[in-house]
């Protein structure tokens, strides 16, 4: 195999006293959209963090394009090309949805998007795009935070529950926009709790339990049920 765009290695990770992780091997070829499935408090966050650099881990490497970027902070690796839509959003409330998305691209790197490809992919962005992102929807500033990571040009995409608490049209139009933004060559962790959605959407799956990962595997291999059971912790 070629050398994976990301590899995370025996890595460990927590705040302060509290580990979350333990021994995190994970890798992810150029290109491939891997799924993170796990309980509420499972380490799928915690884990992101440590790949986006917002986290360091106590102990083990993250790899990326073959670079060892463990002890790089989180701006560095954004302007190598990981972007992290975290969960919960984070817009700036005074400025203007174009303007937000204009922040995205100034901490990224250069490619093929810019205002005009994340309005073509995002509509529902582009008909916002001059409100202040305090009088958006939760939905509606989900939608920028993921087109402001687009105007960065991520090579590696983190989305952390983008569908958290929207309603299902919105869910449905951000998850209509990845077979575009994938068609860019994006690689893609998302972590996803409706495993409908993640085995539509998701080549490789692997499960979060208690800051383990108990099962991993392409997503045409494995069942609903397999999946289930190792999120529950009684497969
Ligand atoms: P969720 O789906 O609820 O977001 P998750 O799988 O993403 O869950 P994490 O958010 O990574 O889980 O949390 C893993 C563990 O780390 C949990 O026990 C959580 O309480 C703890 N944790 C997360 N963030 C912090 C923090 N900032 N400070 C202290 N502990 C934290």
């Known amino acids: 195999m070629s050398t994976p765009l ?24 150029e290109g491939e959209l891997l799924a993170l499935v796990g309980a509420n408090g499972a380490g799928k966050s915690t884990l992101l963090r440590t790949i986006a650099g917002s986290l360091k881990p106590s102990r083990g490497t993250v790899r990326y ?4 970027v463990t002890g790089a902070p989180d701006i560095q690796r954004a302007r190598k090309g990981i972007g992290l839509v975290p969960e919960g959003r984070r817009l700036f409330p005074s400025l203007t949805v ?10 990224g790197r250069q490619g093929p998007w810019d205002l005009a490809k994340v309005y073509e992919t995002l509509p ?19 939608a920028v935070a993921i087109g402001r990571a687009l105007m960065g040009n ?10 958290l608490g929207l309603a299902p049209l919105v869910v449905d139009q951000l998850y209509t926009a990845l077979p575009g933004i994938r ?9 996803e709790q409706d495993l409908g959605r993640t085995f539509a959407v998701a080549d490789r799956i692997a499960c979060v339990l208690e800051g383990r990962i ?16 190792a999120y529950f912790g009684t497969g």
């Open 183 to 191: 068609a860019e060559g994006t690689t893609v962790v998302l972590v």
């Open 6 to 29: 990301l590899a995370v290695q025996s890595v460990d990770a927590g705040y302060g006293d509290f580990q979350a992780l333990f021994g995190i091997d994970v890798e992810v070829a």
């Open 214 to 229: 108990v099962l991993t595997g392409p997503a045409a291999d494995l069942t609903r049920e397999q999946v289930t059971a």
């Open 154 to 163: 991520p090579r590696l995409l983190l989305l952390d529950e983008v569908s």
């Open 65 to 68: 394009a073959g670079e060892d």
């Open 124 to 142: 529902l962005v582009a008909d916002r795009r001059a409100r202040k992102a305090a009088r958006l929807s939760g939905g509606e500033q989900q």
């Open 98 to 107: 174009q303007e937000n998305l204009q922040v995205g691209a100034a901490t």
